[in-house]
Each structure stands twice: as structure tokens, then as C-alpha cells.
């Protein structure tokens, strides 16, 4: 897969060379490319930013160095790259929340390109301009703000690029957890390793007694019950036909029952006796 970075911050994307991503970068599995912003200006101070039109605070970037990195890297696709172009992604607290459903998309693809934002942003005819040449999502972390878009790069290329085959050593660890298909969307339940005793605190006995059985029936309870104490907004998408009786009285114990749209809603507590 090849990745396109383009940013007036090339030193934070150094992290890229570190851990999993280096070893796949060196074993040509990714061919990370980051580009700088500025060698697209062409005044004496490599201006890149300017003030807002209609006033307010900060300072946005301007679209023409924007346009001339951009074609730059569009003009030198790599040799697998189809007709359909790169991916154009562009972090922004306005994009669609990134997801592993995102992701995992991502993760079909050959070609991403990344454009950084810095200030408050770029002039939105960036975009307008790319979304009729490439496919461009503009991707949100979450409900926060962040200084640049350099820290999503991150984010994001860790979490396609570990989807990638080879670039995880161990393929099983990726589909057991939290969000992944297997799990229906839930979060993972708790894990625990050795020693059995630590510090007052016992590892649960079900797991150390050899009951395959008992010991998926404890952790898919653990699932359902953390999600629906940490994460409910996840159980409106988890379909009932998806779930077993041991489910529902899971559920119906934290206060969750099926809902008449699929998935889960909020409903009666259980009668105490
Ligand atoms: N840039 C600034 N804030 C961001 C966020 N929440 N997600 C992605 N990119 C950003």
C-alpha cells in the first residue's frame, strides 16, 4: 500500500518508523511518502497560511501551495494504483468520525493520500476542488480538537495498516478484538495473564478451569455487560437474531431489551423479587 502524507510538519509523522509500520515499511509491504507543504510556496517567507475572509480568529491555509502538492502527488500514482486514483483523506473535527468500519475499507485500498490541515484549517475549495478528481473523506478522531491533522495521520495508518496481511504477526489477535465483525460490534471483555494472584486480585476461576465452554459464555457476558455499561450507543446496532437466551438475560439485567427497529434500546428493569 502506498501512503501519501502531505504537511508542513514532516517531523510528526516520524513515529511511522518505529514498532510494526517500520518492519512493514522496510519489508515493502507500506511505502510511506511525506511530502512538505512548503516546497509548494514560492515566496521568500514560504507562506502558507492566511487570514480568514468575513473576519474571525486564526489563521487557514491557503489553497494554492494546497493545489500544487496535491497535483504533485496525483501525478505519480504507484504501479498498482487503479483507475479510481488515491483516497484522499483530510482530518478535520467537521469529518465523518473514523471507525474500523472505515478501516477496514481503507484497508482495500491501494493508494491513500493524506493532506494535513494546520490552523483552522484549509480553504474548503480544496476539498470541493479534489472531490471531483478523487474519492476524498474527511475524517474525525472525534469530538475534540486537535492542533493539526498530523496526530489523525497516525491514528488512521496504524489502524488500516494492521489490517494489512503480514503487517500483524498474529492474524487470530486481529478478529477477537473490541469492534471487530466477530464480535458483534462489542467491546472486548477483560483479559488477564500471570500469576493467578496479584496484589489481593484473582484472576476469575472460569478461566483457569479448562471449560472451553463456560469460559466463552463468561466472556461474551463480559462483553455484553461492559458494552452496556461503558458503550450503550453500541447495542443499538447489535442485532437481536445475533443473540442467545444467556444474551438477552445479559442485557436484560443491565437494562437493555430488543427494540421494534432491531438492536437494543433502553428498557424495563428487572422486577426485583
Ligand atoms: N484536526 C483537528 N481536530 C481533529 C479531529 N478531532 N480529528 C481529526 N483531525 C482533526
Redesign the pocket.
Known amino acids: 500500500m502506498r501512503l501519501d502524507v502531505v504537511t508542513i510538519f514532516g517531523e510528526y509523522l516520524q513515529p511511522l518508523q518505529l514498532s510494526l509500520i517500520g518492519r512493514a515499511r522496510q519489508q515493502g509491504l507500506l511505502d510511506v511518502r511525506v511530502h512538505d507543504l512548503r516546497e509548494h510556496t514560492h515566496d521568500r517567507h514560504r507562506t502558507v497560511d492566511s487570514p480568514p475572509y468575513g473576519g474571525g480568529a486564526g489563521l487557514l491555509m491557503r489553497p494554492e501551495p494546497w493545489g500544487e502538492a496535491l497535483d504533485a502527488v496525483l501525478a505519480d500514482p504507484p504501479p498498482g494504483a487503479g483507475a479510481d486514483g488515491p483516497v484522499l483523506l483530510v ?3 467537521v ?1 465523518e468520525v473514523f471507525t474500523q468500519a472505515a478501516a477496514v475499507e481503507l484497508a482495500a485500498e491501494p493508494w491513500l493520500v493524506f493532506a494535513c ?1 494546520r490552523y483552522e484549517g484549509i480553504d474548503a475549495r480544496v476539498v470541493e476542488h479534489y472531490a471531483s478528481r478523487v474519492r476524498v473523506r474527511e ?4 469530538d ?3 492542533n ?2 498530523e496526530v ?1 495521520v497516525l491514528v488512521v495508518v496504524e489502524a488500516v495498516a494492521r489490517l494489512l496481511p503480514g503487517v500483524v504477526g498474529n492474524a487470530a489477535s486481529l478478529e477477537q478484538e473490541s469492534h471487530a465483525a466477530e464480535h458483534d460490534g462489542l467491546l472486548e471483555h477483560p483479559a488477564y495473564t500471570k500469576p493467578a494472584s496479584w496484589r489481593g486480585l484473582e484472576v476469575p476461576a472460569v478461566l483457569a478451569s479448562g471449560h472451553h465452554a463456560q469460559v466463552e459464555r463468561w466472556r461474551r457476558d463480559e462483553s455484553l455487560r461492559r458494552t452496556a455499561r461503558r458503550r450503550p450507543d453500541l447495542l443499538r446496532t447489535l442485532p437481536p437474531a445475533a443473540c442467545d437466551a444467556a444474551d438477552l438475560a445479559v442485557l436484560a439485567t443491565e437494562g437493555f431489551v430488543p427494540g421494534d427497529a432491531g438492536g437494543f434500546r433502553p428498557g424495563p428493569a428487572p422486577v426485583a423479587d
Do not use: I, K, R
Request: charged share 0%; no cysteine; proline share 13%.
Open positions: 482530518p478535520s473535527p469529518g490541515g475524517v474525525s478522531l472525534g475534540y480538537v486537535l493539526g491533522g489523525a
